[in-house]
């Protein structure tokens, strides 16, 4: 894992998922998001599924991954639904899948479906060889529930667990993070997201356990830590 204390600007780029989720905006929105993901060479952008075929080609020979949210932001469509969306993104040229969990059925105590839509997501994802990440939405949930989805996720062999979409009562903390990556160990990605603005926040998460982290702020957070270093 990355040190908090030693990272370069480069470095946590590479670990950064550049972000634009929002149901509205231009054409040029997402053009100048692409831009800046391969000006920065973050890790990949974050988008709806409806953009994926234009990033793809916007990001063409950039290195950058195309990574689309899937059930966003509710996490409320069917298991069926979710699996058609992942495997359609795939498709289209997505290279990561972020992926709402089902929190209604959670809470509801359907183990069986939370962990089946988890588990044909990663499956999909491991046959394309696409990186597949799990949205908790912690804010919605118990510390027991948060720990019970990232139990289902390391048994289904996702690659990453992510705490937010960003669009929920609240987002990412450093305490959630911690939590996740003592339910995972070591192996296993741990994405926080959501009011992540910036880089003292940012290296909070790096030193909580993340080794990805989402934002629509990554510009100003590597910019601010280039000058730190000098």
Do not use: W
């Not at 699996?83 to 795939?90: K, M, N, S, V």
């Not at 969990?101 to 359907?110: C, E, K, M, P, Y």
């Not at 998460?205 to 934002?215: E, K, L, N």
């Amino acid at each position: 894992m990355l040190d908090a204390d030693t990272i370069t600007p480069q470095e946590l780029a590479a670990i950064i998922d550049h972000t634009f989720l929002k149901p509205f905006g231009k054409p040029s929105d997402i053009e100048k998001l692409c831009a800046e993901a391969r000006q920065y060479q973050f890790a990949m952008v974050a988008i709806n599924p409806a953009e994926v075929e234009r990033c793809v080609n916007l990001l063409e020979g950039s290195g950058v991954r195309t990574g689309a949210a899937i059930g966003f932001p509710l996490g409320q469509s069917t298991s069926a639904t979710k699996a058609f969306e992942t495997r359609d993104a795939i498709a289209k040229g997505a290279g990561e899948i972020d992926m709402v969990i089902n929190v209604r059925a959670l809470q509801a105590g359907d183990e069986k479906l939370v962990f089946g839509e988890i588990y044909d997501m990663a499956k999909a994802c491991r046959e394309a060889k696409v990186i597949s990440k799990v949205i908790l939405e912690t804010c919605y949930l118990t510390d027991d529930e948060k720990r019970n989805v990232c139990r289902l996720a390391v048994h289904a062999g996702v690659d990453f667990v992510k705490t937010s979409t960003g669009f929920g009562t609240a987002g990412a903390t450093v305490e959630d993070v911690k939590l996740m990556r003592e339910a995972v160990g070591p192996v296993m990605g741990v994405k926080p997201a959501g009011g992540v603005r910036t880089l003292e926040a940012a290296l909070d998460m790096i030193r909580a356990g993340a080794t990805r982290i989402g934002t629509s702020n990554g510009i100003a957070i590597v910019d601010a830590l280039a000058a730190l270093r000098g």
